[in-house]
């Protein structure tokens, strides 16, 4: 079985703070996907990033960056320099190949 | 690059009537489709696996017959929520693989069902 567990339900951040959002799977599998999504109220889901199982190198894109981490089965993201345009529900996701998704972490950054 | 789209956006209908919701993948094509159906607040919920040119595989719990899925091309798959309820209101999300993009899924903008 797999699962993906966003244990943080809700963050509320000062524009400008970072923020980061944990993720822990589980997989018996030595070869899957991790992604993670943004859901801003609009309701559409925004890809962000794609990490293969082999690949374990951290990532930054401009204030997003990832690390992760095969010994702990995490793969968490951090938001740097957080702003109100962040406001949104990420979903981490586990795909092997169909997306298994953690239950989302609400973040609101205040102006 | 990687766009889905889905119409209608928003629908309202009665109990009783047929709803049908279209994705397709604009740039892209998608030999593998996925309807996810979401509740306030709540994650996504896979219903099933739309495969271009074959059967449908829903996920356990899912009505074969109330929530119909065709995949006639490459582009494009439809749900039909049949005799719709007023428990079927929900957002229905599609997403559509990309074959060479590493099992990436792209997900559509969702259409808020609401049936009175």
């Known amino acids: 079985a797999q699962k993906v567990t966003q244990a943080q339900t809700e963050i509320s951040v000062v524009e400008k703070e970072d923020v980061t959002l944990d993720c822990v799977y589980e997989?018996?599998?030595?070869?899957?996907?991790l992604f993670w999504y943004k859901q801003p109220p609009s309701g559409e889901l925004v890809f962000l990033i794609r990490?293969?199982?082999?690949?374990?190198q951290n990532e930054i894109s401009g204030r997003y960056s990832w690390n992760f981490q095969k010994s702990t089965s995490s793969f968490n993201f951090t938001i740097t320099a957080s702003q109100v345009v962040d406001s949104a529900v990420y979903f981490c996701?586990?795909?092997?190949?169909?997306?298994?998704f953690g239950a989302g972490t609400t973040v609101t950054v205040r102006a | 690059g990687a766009v889905v789209s889905q119409h209608p956006s928003w629908v309202i209908c009665k109990s009783g009537t047929s709803v049908k919701i279209e994705c397709r993948s604009l740039?892209?094509?998608?030999?593998?489709m996925f309807w996810y159906r979401q509740f306030p607040k709540q994650s996504l919920m896979l219903m099933a696996t739309?495969?271009?040119?074959?059967?449908?595989?829903?996920e356990q719990g899912v009505e074969k017959d109330k929530f119909l899925i065709n995949h006639a091309s490459l582009t494009l798959s439809t749900l039909t929520v049949t005799s719709a309820h007023p428990e079927d209101s929900s957002f229905y999300i599609c997403?559509?693989?990309?074959?060479?993009?590493?099992?990436?899924?792209?997900f559509g903008p969702g259409t808020r069902l609401t049936v009175l």
């Open positions: 997403s559509a693989r990309d074959l060479w993009g590493g099992d990436t899924q792209y």
């Open positions: 997989t018996r599998d030595t070869t899957y996907y």
């Open positions: 990490r293969n199982s082999f690949d374990e």
């Open positions: 996701a586990l795909s092997l190949p169909k997306l298994s």
């Open positions: 740039d892209f094509q998608a030999t593998t």
């Open positions: 739309s495969n271009e040119g074959s059967k449908a595989t829903y």
